[in-house]
């Protein structure tokens, strides 16, 4: 029986978080370790409110780092699900860093999540459709789709050129980077 389709809106989830100091590297930025981190666990509530079951995440697909977060920042975590496959769901989510003296917002990353959800048998289990409810959501939707398209791709391409990309057969191929080669033939 197909499960009846659940609008974006429906599992849309928001984390802030206070940016402390010992959240920071060396440098006195906020570490890109936290910020993962955050990604990871807003995902999680997003994903697993649409499917009601609790999902696991199976890969962090784009994370740029478009600019870096200071300590005292408040940052916010929107989380959408983008996608839905059969068992998984692509959720997007948009970093936003606030200064909190002046109220300037910086958008400082995006980030694409695929999820799994799990059964309580622990195997993957049907999630609900997606209701699309705005241009906006359909716009999101392809772009998941074209991004996993070319994920498929890139992942049977890279597989088949790894194959031919044999030490032996490329060593030249070292010889103008900036490496050193260690071994003896
Ligand atoms: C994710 C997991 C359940 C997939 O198991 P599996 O045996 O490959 O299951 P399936 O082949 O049925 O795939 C399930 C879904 O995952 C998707 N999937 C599997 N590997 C994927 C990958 N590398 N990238 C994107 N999606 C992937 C499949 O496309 C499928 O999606 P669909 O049902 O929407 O079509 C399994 O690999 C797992 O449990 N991994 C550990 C996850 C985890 O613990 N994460 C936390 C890390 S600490």
């Known amino acids: 029986m197909e499960l009846e389709a659940r ?16 959240y920071a590297n060396f440098g006195g930025k906020i570490h890109g370790g936290i910020l993962l981190s955050l ?7 997003c994903a697993s409110r649409h499917a009601s079951n609790y999902c ?64 309580e048998d622990d195997k993957p289990t049907k999630v609900p459709p997606l209701l ?3 241009r ?7 772009e998941a789709m074209k991004r996993k398209e070319l994920k498929e791709r890139y992942r049977d391409d890279f597989d088949n050129e790894k194959n031919r990309l044999t030490v032996d057969h490329n060593v ?11 071994w003896k033939e």
């Open 39 to 45: 990604i990871d666990k807003v995902a999680y509530a």
């Open 7 to 22: 609008p974006v809106k429906y599992s849309q989830t928001t984390l802030t978080e206070l940016m402390i100091p010992s």
């Open 136 to 142: 906006e959501d359909g716009r999101r939707y392809l």
């Open 56 to 119: 696991v995440t199976v890969s962090v697909d784009t994370v740029n780092f478009l600019e870096p977060v200071e300590v005292g920042d408040l940052v916010s975590l929107h989380a959408s699900v983008n996608y839905v496959g059969r068992t998984s769901l692509v959720i997007g989510i948009r970093v936003v860093a606030e200064n909190v003296r002046n109220g300037i917002q910086r958008h400082t990353n995006t980030s694409y999540v695929t999820m799994v959800a799990k059964g």
């Open 172 to 182: 030249e191929k070292l010889l103008n980077e900036r490496c050193v080669i260690g």
């Open 132 to 134: 699309l409810e705005t």
